[in-house]
């Protein structure tokens, strides 16, 4: 991945080109002064600009971290991920968009960059980096131990070619104006003015959003009255809705732990109650509907 093409520096906005070991990133400054940002062993870089973010408020906790890989790791979302990618495959997200046949996917080299607004700690990124012919994929999250799980993913898996990972506010992403052919945002917040930004023309954003009955059974388990989630599809000025897939199934939770993992991933981690909590983990296992909207906008 080049990446010296796409990423710019988070203080100046100057290109970002690695040093002469590799192990840092520095752009060109600008009035005189330079800025470098090392990279960690597992090959991720912090591009956070000092002070317009705080990672310890905002980004995930290590231990919130961990919960969810645990609970990703089980695949329990894997035909949401699965789904993403043949969406995304199916369409004309690209600017390559005459490569139709698998055989030209295959054989040619022109490789299509998707940028992850919120990547966690990158499941659904090698789940696509594995699936999607010719893809390159850059991560972007506020958690440095989010994107420090998934850089070393990525390397245990041999993909750091096609994959390279960030802290970076996804607000104003240290990415070149339209660089990328896909931008995803799965259960994040969609940041439009962003995501139009580093868009080629005719580039797409696929937006992940809860569907209505997503976890009812969960909740039901948690709260004595649970309601069904409000779905809107959210309008992004400068974008036109394209398609939209629904995902709906059925999912166990096969242990307490299991449980306890996806509360963590949840809003409701943080609005129930100790005996909501503790009603929820009286259950060793649990079925739940999974249900979940994938939007396809195309940039106008
Ligand atoms: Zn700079």
Avoid: W
């Avoid at 470098?36 to 290590?62: H, I, Q, R, W």
């Avoid at 799980?149 to 390397?155: F, L, R, Y």
């Avoid at 992403?173 to 139009?196: H, K, T, Y």
């Amino acid at each position: 991945m080049e990446l010296s093409k796409i990423l710019i520096c988070p203080n100046c906005g100057s290109p970002l080109d690695f040093s002469d070991d590799r192990r840092a990133l520095h752009c060109s400054g600008k009035n005189g002064r330079v800025h470098c940002f090392d990279l960690a062993a597992s090959g991720y870089v912090n591009l956070l600009a000092p002070g317009k973010m705080n990672n310890a408020k905002t980004g995930d906790e290590s231990a919130m971290v961990k919960a969810r890989s645990q609970f990703l790791n089980l695949n329990l979302y894997e035909p949401i991920a699965e789904s993403l990618a043949s969406f995304i495959e199916s369409g004309d997200f690209s600017s390559n968009n005459y490569l139709k046949s698998d055989f030209l996917k295959k054989n040619f080299s022109e490789k299509r960059l998707i940028l992850d607004a919120g990547c966690g700690e990158g499941y659904y990124d090698l789940f696509l980096a594995d699936k999607i012919a010719n893809c390159e994929i850059i991560g972007f999250d506020a958690s440095k131990f989010a994107v420090a799980h998934a850089s070393k993913q990525a390397k245990k898996r041999s993909f750091q070619e096609k994959m390279f990972f960030a802290a970076a506010n996804i607000f104003d992403m240290p990415v070149q104006s339209e660089c990328a052919d896909a931008v995803i945002s799965l259960f994040a917040p969609i940041s439009e003015n962003e995501s139009r930004r580093i868009l080629k023309n005719n580039g797409c954003l696929f937006a992940v959003i809860a569907g209505e009955r997503h976890l009812y059974e969960f909740k039901a388990a948690l709260y004595s009255k649970p309601v069904l989630n409000e779905t809107r599809r959210p309008e992004i000025e400068g974008f036109l809705l394209k398609d939209e897939i629904e995902v709906e199934y059925m999912a166990v939770l096969p242990s307490k732990e299991a449980i306890m993992n996806l509360l963590t991933m949840t809003p409701y981690y943080y609005k129930c109650s100790p005996a909501d909590k503790e009603r929820l983990l009286s259950n060793d296992t649990l079925e739940t509907t999974v249900h979940v909207r994938i939007i396809k906008y195309s940039k106008l």
